[in-house]
């Protein structure tokens, strides 16, 4: 199977990232009303960047990961996400200081912040931390998590493949009775931070993605290449399976919750469509039909590049955007601005902060035998770096 990067499944995250603005906006009421497109759970995108996250994972390093020191491994993938967020929680602070400072008082103690900045703010089950400063940023902690486990849970799935599943949603649904009990028992009375925040509510959905990525290896070379007319009728398939289990997740979540309880019921409607969602994966990453060869298009490629900052950015800007918008702006100009405001701070974040800063790990580590120059340091590593046998499996997409 061809690991290099996967085109289709790097503008899929652009697309991912959009819904979750989309939802956002929707959320702080600006221009999009709270009840339209109500029957889909736009947030739910987070989950597709999760069984996205494995996957890829997966596909790059299942035939390397032996061969990686685990220090190696786990400090590049915490660099990946750290300086980034860094870069988002200071723009939060410039754009709401004073207000923000106030906030921290009132609310947070310093180990709390400290939860924050160092992205372990996830696993803490009152909400409030895990939203605090950047409210995206739960997320990335919730990433760092699965980085940390994902060479234990790659040999799992290389070795039993759908039992290590199985073993992983036992554990999740354990975890799921037991933070059921604890919120009923009013030991903890936040039901957001237990079933949708904390890592242990979400580690399947990134297992899924390595076992769907597991399968996608073993297939490799057993079929036969689709057809353009196939691969075409199959994508859209998955696609509108997608889209129905979205539309779907809301009312099954309100019975889940009527015969459980509230923490099931939120992670049920934050989750339900992950196993759709690694379905779509696959059918993508074999790149044979129109909406694949849609998603190869340079531009969007790119977009798909400048998503990660896209996404840590956008909650701010909105917020921001909301009061620094000058009053009988026509909405067609607040839109542009809007939009010029976050592409070009997302394409800033990939170009001077993520890519300088992946450069710069890898040169701690001894990995690099020539000089950085400025021209590669700011391009896709894969294919503008001069990398050494080592780093070359390491090699950020």
Request: glycine share 6%; charged share 10%; with cysteine.
């Given at each position: 199977m061809n690991t290099r990067r996967v085109d289709t499944l790097t503008s899929l995250r652009f697309f991912a990232a959009v819904s979750i603005v989309v939802h956002h906006l929707k959320s702080s009421q600006l221009w999009i009303p709270q009840d339209a497109i109500s029957h889909f759970g736009l947030g739910q995108q987070v989950s597709l960047f999760f069984v996205l996250s494995g996957y890829i994972l997966h596909l790059n390093y299942r035939n390397?990961?032996?061969?990686?020191?685990?220090?190696?491994?786990?400090?590049?993938?915490?660099?990946?996400?750290w300086p980034a967020h860094l870069f988002a929680m200071l723009m939060v602070l410039i754009l709401f200081s004073p207000?923000?400072?106030?906030?921290?008082?009132?609310n947070l103690t310093w180990s709390q912040i400290l939860q924050v900045v160092f992205l372990v703010q996830a696993f803490n089950p009152d909400s409030r931390v895990g939203y605090a400063i950047?409210?995206?940023?739960?997320?990335?902690?919730?990433?760092?998590?699965?980085?940390?486990?994902?060479?234990?849970?790659?040999?799992?799935v290389r070795r039993h493949g759908w039992r290590a599943i199985a073993g992983v949603g036992v554990l999740t649904l354990t975890y799921l009775v037991v933070a059921q009990a604890l919120f009923d028992g009013h030991v903890f009375a936040d039901a957001q931070a237990l079933g949708y925040l904390n890592p242990c509510a979400r580690v399947l959905e990134f297992t899924l993605g390595i076992w769907a990525c597991e399968i996608a290896f073993r297939s490799d070379g057993r079929s036969r290449p689709w057809s353009f007319g196939w691969g075409s009728a199959v994508e859209l398939t998955v696609l509108g399976i997608v889209?129905?289990?979205?539309?779907i997740s809301?009312?099954?979540?309100?019975?889940?919750?009527?015969?459980?309880?509230?923490?099931?019921?939120?992670?049920?409607?934050?989750?339900?469509?992950?196993?759709?969602?690694?379905?779509?994966?696959?059918?993508?990453?074999?790149?044979?039909?129109?909406?694949?060869?849609?998603?190869?298009?340079?531009?969007?490629?790119?977009?798909?590049?400048w998503s990660f900052a896209l996404y840590l950015?956008?909650?701010?800007?909105?917020?921001?955007?909301?009061?620094?918008?000058?009053?009988?702006?026509?909405?067609?100009?607040?839109?542009?601005?809007?939009?010029?405001?976050?592409?070009?701070?997302?394409?800033?974040?990939?170009?001077?902060?993520?890519?300088?800063?992946?450069?710069?790990?890898?040169?701690?580590?001894?990995?690099?035998?020539?000089p950085v120059l400025p021209s590669a340091m700011h391009a896709d590593l894969p294919?503008?770096?001069?990398?050494?046998?080592?780093?070359?499996?390491?090699?950020?997409?």
């Amino acid at each position: 199977m061809n690991t290099r990067r996967v085109d289709t499944l790097t503008s899929l995250r652009f697309f991912a990232a959009v819904s979750i603005v989309v939802h956002h906006l929707k959320s702080s009421q600006l221009w999009i009303p709270q009840d339209a497109i109500s029957h889909f759970g736009l947030g739910q995108q987070v989950s597709l960047f999760f069984v996205l996250s494995g996957y890829i994972l997966h596909l790059n390093y299942r035939n390397s990961l032996k061969r990686i020191p685990a220090f190696h491994f786990i400090f590049l993938r915490f660099m990946r996400l750290w300086p980034a967020h860094l870069f988002a929680m200071l723009m939060v602070l410039i754009l709401f200081s004073p207000w923000v400072i106030t906030w921290f008082e009132n609310n947070l103690t310093w180990s709390q912040i400290l939860q924050v900045v160092f992205l372990v703010q996830a696993f803490n089950p009152d909400s409030r931390v895990g939203y605090a400063i950047n409210v995206v940023s739960w997320s990335i902690s919730a990433e760092l998590f699965f980085y940390v486990l994902f060479p234990l849970l790659s040999r799992l799935v290389r070795r039993h493949g759908w039992r290590a599943i199985a073993g992983v949603g036992v554990l999740t649904l354990t975890y799921l009775v037991v933070a059921q009990a604890l919120f009923d028992g009013h030991v903890f009375a936040d039901a957001q931070a237990l079933g949708y925040l904390n890592p242990c509510a979400r580690v399947l959905e990134f297992t899924l993605g390595i076992w769907a990525c597991e399968i996608a290896f073993r297939s490799d070379g057993r079929s036969r290449p689709w057809s353009f007319g196939w691969g075409s009728a199959v994508e859209l398939t998955v696609l509108g399976i997608v889209i129905g289990t979205e539309y779907i997740s809301m009312p099954v979540a309100a019975m889940a919750g009527q015969a459980t309880g509230s923490v099931v019921s939120i992670y049920v409607a934050s989750t339900l469509p992950f196993p759709t969602f690694a379905a779509l994966i696959f059918v993508l990453h074999r790149q044979a039909g129109a909406v694949s060869a849609l998603l190869r298009h340079p531009s969007l490629v790119r977009l798909g590049d400048w998503s990660f900052a896209l996404y840590l950015l956008h909650y701010a800007i909105i917020q921001w955007f909301k009061t620094a918008v000058a009053p009988g702006t026509p909405l067609l100009g607040q839109i542009a601005m809007f939009c010029t405001v976050l592409l070009g701070g997302s394409a800033f974040v990939f170009t001077f902060v993520e890519q300088p800063t992946i450069a710069w790990a890898k040169l701690w580590l001894g990995w690099r035998r020539r000089p950085v120059l400025p021209s590669a340091m700011h391009a896709d590593l894969p294919s503008a770096t001069v990398l050494d046998p080592r780093e070359r499996l390491l090699a950020n997409r």
